[in-house]
């Protein structure tokens, strides 16, 4: 597993602050599923760490039981390859927490890439952001729940990447599945992709 | 919503017959969360229909019920998107049953296509797939639940495709992930993707 090589990628799960249907910031429930589709991709394409962010104590405790179960517990011998996705989760409180250990990690704050299922203006396609995530600085990729992340995550992110479109006008994909195409797109092999 | 266009795709969701840990032969149970991501990403991505594929009679009463709160009742009022997504589904007994129903509609027997998340002899690439789509027959993608297809449907489709491949060496996507990625991969806008 190549992880400490390629990009310094890491990724974020964001359950606070982000908005309901109505447009008003919230703070949503945890998924379980979400940490662990997301951590299999996140080990898939060589992302370092997921954080899944949530201030919620009840909400922490709910992660923290499930990372026990795969990551030391019955899960962890029934399904290794479970175990070593999972691992790469981290809990904190808030975003500042993440980037604060990616900082003391490398030496160099993250560069934050906040996504959305809208296109935002100014947005940054696949191809740029690619090419920036090879020039060695550590990037953080900012995936929002819920109605998405709220709007002054977006704005106080240093970029903002495009939206991922398909064949249709449709654009519901769920924050799984559109983090794995998103890293595909970002990370994939190119030869492979073909 | 375009989907009387671009290619005849369709999707399949196999829960029998699959192998469990151990390679053996079994009917999978239904994961309500898979018939939600991958519709929403047939939706995206342009796929005409998903069938959900199980000959369990108590399995086939959950996709049901699923499919009802969705498409008719609370839930369709409550998330139109959601109807949008799930309304693409039908519910079979087998494969054969989703050959006939697409030979019906276009006159013309499915090209079938197989995955697995291992390299098999003789599998296909992204390119040569997606140039094959574009040929104007009907084509069907068929996707395995719990350890993958079984061999048997492994050795019977016309062609299988490669393996998701990320930046490392792991290999375990959830289905649902894989699914995502793949349509992204065959039918994704290229000037999109980049």
């Known amino acids: 597993l190549k992880s400490s090589l390629g990009p310094k990628l890491y990724l974020a799960l964001t359950h606070y602050p982000v908005v309901n249907k109505e447009g008003e910031c919230i703070a949503s429930a945890v998924t379980p599923i979400d940490l662990h589709d997301m951590a299999r991709a996140a080990r898939t394409y060589g992302a370092r760490k997921l954080y899944v962010i949530t201030p919620l104590v009840d909400q922490q405790a709910l992660v923290g039981r499930i990372l ?3 990551t030391q517990g019955a899960g962890a011998a029934y399904n290794p390859a479970r ?8 809990l904190v409180a808030d975003l500042a927490a993440a980037e604060d250990q990616i900082a003391a990690r490398h030496g160099l704050a993250p560069i934050t890439v906040a996504t ?15 090419r920036r995530l090879a020039d060695g600085r550590p990037h953080l990729i900012i995936f929002g729940t819920a109605w998405g992340l709220a709007p002054n995550l977006l704005s106080g992110a240093d970029y903002v990447l495009a939206p991922v479109q398909g064949a ?5 994909l769920s924050v799984r599945s559109a983090a794995a195409v998103i890293l595909d797109r970002l990370t994939g092999v190119a030869s492979d992709r073909r």
């Open 68 to 70: 026990a179960h795969w």
């Open 168 to 172: 249709t006008d449709y654009n519901h």
């Open 116 to 130: 959305c299922a809208r296109r935002i203006d100014g947005c940054r396609g696949y191809s740029e952001m690619r």
């Open 83 to 90: 175990r070593q996705a999972l691992e790469l989760v981290r």
